[in-house]
């Protein structure tokens, strides 16, 4: 087994995707007028698709047209990132950088298609930084659930225990945490509440206060 590895949630942690669904989601709430599509989608963060749509069945009843809403959201959200990119959020580059410097196994676990995770890895020049990459439409399970953050890390040949989990929501800390992990929370739409707080190791505003931290507690040393 490695010693230590860190592992990253993808969405709202490498790139600056969630708000940009958001705004998609409240484009098309708006143009159809669906009630309360905010605080619907803030439930949502960090899970899987099949998770994302129990959601939205629960809010809004099993004859919401989830498959259009959903492809009107992928549509606008798209033609984006394929005119502007997809945004990266600040020190993703420095902290993967540093981690290989010091040759520590790094990985992601996202809740979003396997596919879609390669894809935009590689689009922004980062996927050959992670040596395991794990989608949420690998297991049935989603966050909260620990369990893609439990293969990740038998992928990786690492013991949970000694695996920094990076993570943005309140579902993937809680994931990480059930997975027995140490959970860094950088928080991005949804603060850092009392139980991430509780649940995490250290809370942080960006991923250079993560390599800083990394580096002054020398936790690869």
Known sequence: MKEKAVIFDMDGVIFDSERLVLDCWEQIGTKY???DIRETFIECIGTNKTKTQEIVYAHYG????Y??????????FHEYVEKNGL???KGVREL???????SVPVGVASSTRL????EELRQAGLYDYFQIVMGGDQLKRSKPEPDIYLMTCEKMGVQPRNAYAVEDSHNGIRSAYRAGMMPVMVPDLLPATEEMKEMSIAVFDDLLEVRDYFRHKKCFA
Do not use: C
């Open 62 to 65: 099993k004859e919401f047209a």
């Open 33 to 35: 007028r669906i009630p």
């Open 115 to 118: 596919a879609v995770v390669e």
């Open 87 to 89: 945004p990266v959020k």
């Open 67 to 76: 498959d259009e809403f959903a492809g009107e959201s992928s549509v606008l």
């Open 96 to 102: 993967l950088q540093y981690l290989s410097v010091l």
